[in-house]
């Protein structure tokens, strides 16, 4: 049984549009969670994380959203680039240890 | 860039034959992971490594070993390889030292079993 669910295995979009990538988790104990983007031939890197006391994170044109309640994490790309066309990872943990990855979203950025 | 090194990068071998896949750290981090990626499955925790000699499963285990006896060497051992285990393995490592961070990737190693 999957703990992080990304149901949407892919998603396309206009270059300049947002992008909206949603994750969602089923252990409550989860206290962190992180986007990663991951190219072809490439390891995943780092894009963005949350703790569970806030509700909002921001760097730059990438901010995730996490809703406890819902169980619930989004990350927005505004505006979308070509460059962002990847596979996008949702990822939790509980005190740092184990990070536990949903199945990936891969996003086309079209021109 | 982080100082993860994974070797061999591509290897391609047949049923029943052990393989040892080696990651290097140069970041003298404390925790180090094994995953492995497929189609559909995303990332999954194969073992990790908390410290020296010190390493637990993660969700995919079975048909895997590792051993960790320096900081900076974690090895994953696949005894008696199967088809099952064709799949990209990355190593990643964590400096986790009480705040949750964030793991970083080697460049993943592609094992095709025959």
């Known amino acids: 049984d999957q703990q992080v669910k990304q149901n949407s295995p892919s998603l396309s979009v206009q270059e300049g549009r947002i992008s909206i990538l949603n994750c969602d988790y089923t252990?409550?104990?989860?206290?962190?969670f992180l986007w990663y983007k991951k190219y072809p031939a490439e390891g995943p890197t780092f894009l963005i994380s949350i703790s569970s006391i806030k509700d909002k994170n921001e760097d730059g044109r990438f901010t995730v959203f996490l809703n406890k309640s819902a169980k619930h994490l989004s990350l927005h790309i505004v505006p979308s680039q070509p460059g962002d066309s990847a596979v996008y990872f949702c990822?939790?943990?509980?005190?740092?240890?184990?990070?536990?990855f949903g199945p990936g979203t891969r996003l086309s950025v079209l021109p | 860039d982080a100082g993860i090194t994974q070797s061999p990068r591509h290897k391609v071998t047949e049923t029943g034959t052990p393989v040892t896949l080696r990651c290097h750290q140069t970041?003298?981090?404390?925790?180090m992971y094994w995953y492995r990626q497929d189609p559909g499955h995303g990332l999954r925790l194969i073992h990790y490594?908390?410290?020296?000699?010190?390493?637990d499963k993660g969700e995919v285990s079975d048909g895997y070993s590792v051993s960790r006896s320096k900081t900076e060497d974690f090895l994953l051992t696949l005894e008696s390889a199967t088809s099952s285990q064709t799949s990209v393995y990355f190593c990643a490592i964590s400096a986790f030292s009480g705040n949750p961070g964030e793991l970083f990737f080697g460049e993943g190693s592609r094992l095709t079993v025959l």
């Open positions: 970041e003298n981090h404390r925790y």
């Open positions: 990822a939790a943990t509980a005190y740092g240890q184990n990070f536990v």
């Open positions: 252990n409550s104990m989860f206290d962190y």
């Open positions: 490594s908390y410290g020296v000699k010190d390493t």
